[in-house]
């Protein structure tokens, strides 16, 4: 089993509000690049999605459940198939989106006692809740060419090295694919 994270981020290392969906003075940043950089399986999961679970947080949760359901192309068949675990102190109900289950209780132990593969989509307080645990195992990084300056950073100041190893990085779009596995010593 390993954990994934799969995240659009700026150039300067801030995931908040990439589809301007928060409203926030510079949401929108990702989307600006046109619908080809961000649609389909841009993070090259491939049969991931077919054997492995998504782990999402409450908000990346309620808004994939408004996008998600309507579509039909193949990409969102497998992104609505897939098993979807949902990280929530205030949720109660999943059913708004199919194969859907709240977490019951601790995080950390639901992660570890996860069987499949795990990928975290969106969702920073769940990534750095993972990252607290040790827990997450590779990054795949969809980085744009912007610089917002501020924002929610998918790496906090404060917080202990890391020692990655890329994989690979790849044009995406007007954005670079990046992925990054953790060195364990």
């Known amino acids: 089993m390993s954990v994934i994270v799969i995240q659009f981020v ?3 290392g801030i995931v908040s509000d990439p ?7 510079a949401g929108g940043w990702a989307f600006r690049h046109g619908p080809e950089t961000v649609a389909g399986d841009k993070f090259r999961l491939g049969s991931i999605l077919d054997d492995g679970v998504m782990l999402l947080g409450r908000g990346t949760w309620q ?6 359901p309507g579509r039909d192309d193949p990409f969102s068949a497998r992104m609505n ?4 675990l949902v990280a929530s102190r205030t949720l109660t109900d ?4 199919a194969n859907s289950r709240l977490i019951d209780g601790d995080l950390a132990g639901a992660v570890k006692s996860e069987p499949r593969d795990v990928v975290v989509t969106g969702s920073p307080g769940v990534v750095h809740a993972l990252m607290a645990e040790d827990l997450i195992d590779e990054y795949r990084l969809l980085t744009f060419p912007t610089l917002l300056g501020s924002g929610d950073r998918l790496f906090p100041a404060g917080g202990p090295p890391v020692h990655l190893k890329c994989l690979s990085a790849e ?4 954005a670079v694919l990046s992925r990054y596995v953790r060195e364990r010593r």
């Open 10 to 12: 700026t150039l300067d």
């Open 19 to 25: 589809d301007g969906s928060a409203g926030t003075p």
């Open 63 to 68: 808004l994939f459940s408004r996008l998600w």
């Open 81 to 84: 198939a897939v098993p979807k």
């Open 94 to 97: 999943t059913s708004a989106w």
């Open 171 to 174: 044009p995406a779009g007007a």
